[in-house]
């Protein structure tokens, strides 16, 4: 854009600078209007409507006057801004096209259609004239004005309306004392139609709520994950025993065989790699990124006898394995420089109430008894003689020097009170005893504070401050690990004062593949280790306990179901990726979560499939709180409104469309903002949107840590920038056109057509009362990938895709967006396959193709995607197979499904039909076997056909495809079965 022409204008123009060239205007021609009825538009042009503008802040630059539209002829105006088309305006003479109203029009938003009723035909042919200038150019807004009177109204209508159905803004008359100037400056001055003031107030102004709002939730039964039986016995305990913490000192040959050095991420690819790289938060700038195989050194005494006092802060994301990792450091470090230093280890998970002064007391007596423990030897007599050496000689040369000369043996009582005395102070023995061992042994003091961060906030503070007494006072290094919320809580309250001396790290999370390998791996080594020194000594104990032998049994094939899973199987890599997405850098959480699918999912001796665990973590569990884990990207964040795709634009705005400079700063508020005014999203519906996101852990806001405590209840600030998470990538990527996640977020989704809504309760009614009845499981996953529900939500979501598109044609002039509705029609295009419905022309490929055909899409789009289309039907009128007698005296029996299932499959191998659904089966079944009374249900015969009865029958073949979803046919000895179920002749079959 040219740099503006202040010259005209004097100074860079204000609210204040516009009203006074109003006011000028109004003193020169307020009184005159009839004279200029007569004028041109150019010369009204000249006289009003141009200086007008500029008192707005527009340069004649940004004018461009006489635009020529095709096919239309030319606007007055087309007001440009950083080469961006804004809004277009039409200039009338004074007088000619404004024959105002009688009664006089008072407010400031009208419907277009009573402006032209109230105003005349004149100004209802600059409207249509507008709205042909509008459609040509895709610049939707447009500015009507005599140069005294100004409407701005939006000229591209939303879907399903009319431009009449629109409502637009008059400000009244301008060169008259009754006018609405605050609005008319909020809404087209420079500085505000830069920041996207109209698309604002119109998003506001002619957004709609639905007529109709239905949520399936509503009339269905609720549903919930029942636990698998087989594996309540003894999971709780394996996870306990291997997947647990393991930094107690009874797992210290654990620790030394599972610590996972790794955070390089090698399995990862792409976008996701990215996002779940773990560097240190904007909010520790001090810290320095160290991975779990960190020389240790750095940060231990490294000379004998350093006796320089320090604080050294790893902090890190919850469950990251910081305490882990000191005490691996801490075991290896000793082991290797045994004359170095002295390590102690106080756990402060048990926090003592008291006062500041009573709690320095506490930890001094605990150091001072952890001391004890490790060296004894410093509390005995001789010992004590050396470390309080001066003080003793002190008394021997004080005031009763010629008392003890004369009396050993009162020197020697005096001498031993003093020791007691000096020694009973924690503070003042071990301040004295470190610099003695220093100097005399050549051994350095480390104190490790573990779980500082699972105490009170004023708990923190108090131990905070005692580390660096502790050090300054004892020449110590004093280690203490936090959580990164920790530590940004601790900056924003002020007592986490972080000194110059003070060494900060930020520990990054190992590599998850490796942490379930290693302990794997340990599981399966645990009877007969590779090398002998790698034997655990708890095994001993374990041996003895009666019930060893089959617990080690259950363990193996727990190990087996989690090396299917997540290291193995073909899908391995996508439930990795899930899993590692949802616990986001949480070590511990992601051993949870994966117990917590254990018990759900059972162990089988295959692997979960994808869908299984979606299903799971949709449904909610016992970490979530009974929440889903997985969020709904659909729902919009005001139900009633249309705004299912607003989460999605935004997520893929911030992964693709970004700066690269944004993936490490993250995207302003502000930017975010003046992104999703483009499509006429309202901007609180956008601060709603972004609030959820933080909260579902979609964003990640990154003036806070990430942790739940700090995003459950996140509420937005202006100061914010965002970035995507983890489970961002993956929900894109895997999740979210997954026939599973479809049907099970669909019980959630507002439909705004009721039609839809309908359809959707009567696919999923009888799965969902079936297991309602007896909780989700397997079983009913697979039930319902059974029914149209996926396909049903998926054509719903195109349709509703259709209905908020960008208005105008932003995709020409703003790069983010074009980008942004390019991959967005790429997850269409998915959503096009599960719903099974062809286009009639391929969709455009490229940003220059999607600005083309525009115009087309509609007609590309036009899907009517809930008629009801007659299907051809299954069945013939006449059966192949002649139906056995027994059929008709077992048809009451009650576990007469068996036969009629076997009949139906040989009827439908004989049509040359092999591999066959449930519902084909029910399909022959009512039309031939049973009475309209009596028919089955299709989800009954699939429920029977995945049963134990059914599937140990030799003659049925199962067949498994994607997405969970089973074919059935005969066995190849199914003839064998004929003459012992029917006692008739075998059919023949071409």
């Known amino acids: 854009m040219k740099p503006k022409d202040q010259t005209s204008q004097g100074s860079i123009p204000s609210r204040e600078s516009a009203l006074a060239v109003l006011a000028s205007l109004r003193r020169q021609y307020g009184d005159k209007g009839s004279n200029l009825c007569g004028e041109n538009e150019a010369k009204t042009r000249l006289l009003i409507i141009d200086k007008i503008l500029e008192s707005l802040g527009w340069s004649k630059e940004e004018f461009n006057p006489e635009h020529p539209v095709k096919h239309v002829g030319f606007t007055d105006y087309l007001i440009t801004a950083d080469g961006i088309p804004r809004f277009i305006v039409e200039a009338k003479r004074i007088g000619q096209t404004f024959i105002r109203p009688q009664t006089g029009l008072k407010k400031t938003i009208y419907q277009l259609s009573y402006i032209r009723t109230s105003f005349g035909p004149s100004v209802g042919e600059v409207i249509n004239q507008a709205e042909g200038y509008a459609k040509e150019t895709g610049v939707p807004y447009s500015v009507i004005t005599n140069g005294a009177e100004w409407i701005v109204m939006q000229a591209i209508p939303n879907r399903n309306k009319t431009i009449n159905d ?22 087209l001055s420079e500085p505000c139609v830069v920041n996207n003031s109209l698309e604002e107030h ?26 698998s039986n087989d594996t309540e016995k003894y999971i709780r305990e394996f996870y306990d025993h291997f997947f647990g913490e393991i930094v107690d000192p009874g797992r210290r040959m654990m620790l030394k065989q599972c610590f996972v050095t790794n955070p390089k991420l090698d399995q990862y690819q792409g976008e996701l790699k990215r996002t779940l790289q773990d560097t240190s938060p904007i909010y520790i700038p001090e810290a320095t990124d160290i991975s779990p195989d960190y020389d240790s050194p750095h940060f231990l005494p490294t000379e004998s006898g350093d006796r ?34 002295n390590h102690l280890i106080i756990d402060l998970i048990n926090e003592f109430d008291g006062t500041p002064e009573s709690i320095n007391e506490y930890l001094w007596q605990q150091i001072n008894k952890k001391w004890k423990d490790l060296r004894p030897e410093a509390y005995e007599h001789e010992t004590l003689r050396k470390i309080f050496g001066r003080e003793l000689q002190n008394l021997r040369r004080g005031s009763y020097a010629k008392v003890f000369e004369q009396d050993p043996q009162l020197l020697a009582l005096r001498e031993a009170e003093l020791l007691e005395q000096l020694s009973d102070s924690p503070n003042e023995f071990l301040e004295k005893s470190w610099r003695y061992y220093a100097s005399q042994n050549k051994k350095g003091v480390v ?35 936090m959580r990164e919320g920790t530590y940004f809580r601790g900056r924003e309250f002020g007592f986490l004062d972080v000194r110059s001396d003070d060494i900060v790290y930020h520990l990054q999370t190992p590599d998850l593949v490796q942490v379930l390998s290693k302990r794997i791996e340990y599981v399966e080594n645990l009877e007969a280790p590779k090398e002998p020194t790698k034997k655990d000594h708890r095994l001993a104990r374990w041996r003895n306990q009666p019930n060893w032998p089959e617990f080690y049994k259950f363990s193996l094939n727990y190990t087996q179901v ?15 990726n899930l899993l590692s997405a949802v616990s986001w850098h949480n070590v511990r959480y992601f051993l949870d979560i994966l117990r917590d699918l254990h018990l759900t999912l059972g162990s089988e001796p295959e692997a979960w499939s994808v869908s299984y665990i979606i299903s799971a973590l949709l449904s909610g569990n016992s970490i979530s709180g009974g929440k889903s884990v997985l969020p709904n990207l659909y729902y919009p964040v005001i139900p009633s409104y249309p705004c299912y795709f607003l989460k999605l634009r935004l997520l893929l705005r911030l992964l693709y469309g970004r700066h690269s400079s944004e993936s490490r700063r993250g995207t302003t508020l502000k930017e975010i903002l003046n992104f999703t005014r483009m499509y006429a999203y309202h901007e609180r519906w956008t601060r709603l949107a972004i609030r959820e996101m933080v909260r579902e852990r979609l964003l990640e806001c990154m003036e806070i840590p990430s942790e739940a405590d700090f995003t459950k209840n996140y509420e937005l600030e202006e100061s914010h920038s965002f970035r995507t998470s983890p489970l961002t990538v993956v929900m894109i990527k895997q999740v979210y056109f997954d026939n599973i996640y479809l049907s099970m977020i669909g019980r959630e989704l507002p439909f705004h057509k009721s039609k839809a809504f309908e359809k959707f309760c009567d696919a999923v009614r009888d799965v969902i009362t079936i297991v309602s009845e007896e909780s989700l499981n397997k079983t009913g996953v697979d039930l319902l990938s059974e029914t149209e529900a996926n396909s049903i939500v998926a054509r719903y979501l195109v349709e509703s895709f259709e209905e908020e598109k960008p208005i105008g044609e932003v995709l020409m002039h703003f790069p983010e967006v074009a ?58 009128e006449t059966n192949s197979i002649q139906v056995p ?26 049509r040359g039909k092999k591999q066959v659904t449930g519902s084909e089966i029910a399909n022959i079944i009512n039309q031939y076997l049973v009475d309209d009374i009596n028919k089955v249900e299709p989800t009954n015969i699939s429920k029977a056909l995945r049963g134990k009865a059914l599937q140990s029958q030799s003659w049925l073949n199962t067949e498994e495809i994607a997405s969970r979803k089973k074919l059935y046919g005969l066995s190849d000895n199914w003839r064998s079965y004929w003459e012992q179920t029917f006692n008739e002749q075998l059919p023949t079959l071409d």
């Open 885 to 910: 007698h027994e059929l008709a005296d077992i048809q009451t029996a009650p576990r007469s499904l068996a036969p009629k299932i076997f009949w139906a499959l040989v009827e439908l191998r004989a």
């Open 447 to 481: 104190v490790f504070l573990d779980n500082i961060d699972r105490t009170s906030d004023r708990y923190q503070r108090i131990a905070y401050t005692f580390a660096h007494k502790l050090a300054s006072q004892t020449g110590s290094t004093v280690i203490i690990t």
């Open 562 to 576: 989690i090396k299917l899973t997540f290291l193995t199987a073909s899908t391995a890599n996508q439930s990795l």
């Open 202 to 227: 119109f998003s506001e102004l002619n957004s709609l709520p639905s007529d109709f709002c239905g949520i399936p939730n509503s009339k269905l039964p609720e549903i919930k994950w029942s636990r």
């Open 819 to 876: 980008t942004t509705e390019e991959k967005l029609r790429d997850m269409i295009t998915k959503l096009l396959r599960v719903a099974g419905v062809a286009l009639p022309n391929r969709l455009p490929e490229t940003i220059s193709e999607i600005v083309s055909a525009k115009r087309q899409e509609a007609q590309v789009f036009q899907l009517s995607l809930f008629e009801d289309i007659e299907k051809p039907t299954l069945l013939q």
């Open 166 to 187: 629109l409502q637009c803004f008059y400000f009244g008359n301008l060169l008259s004392n009754v006018s609405h100037f605050d609005l008319f400056w909020d809404l």
């Open 308 to 341: 320089k006092g320090r604080v050294v802060l790893i902090a890190g994301s919850v469950g990251c394995g910081k305490s882990t990792f000191i005490n691996k450091v801490l075991i290896e470090a000793h082991q290797k420089n045994r004359n170095k230093f």
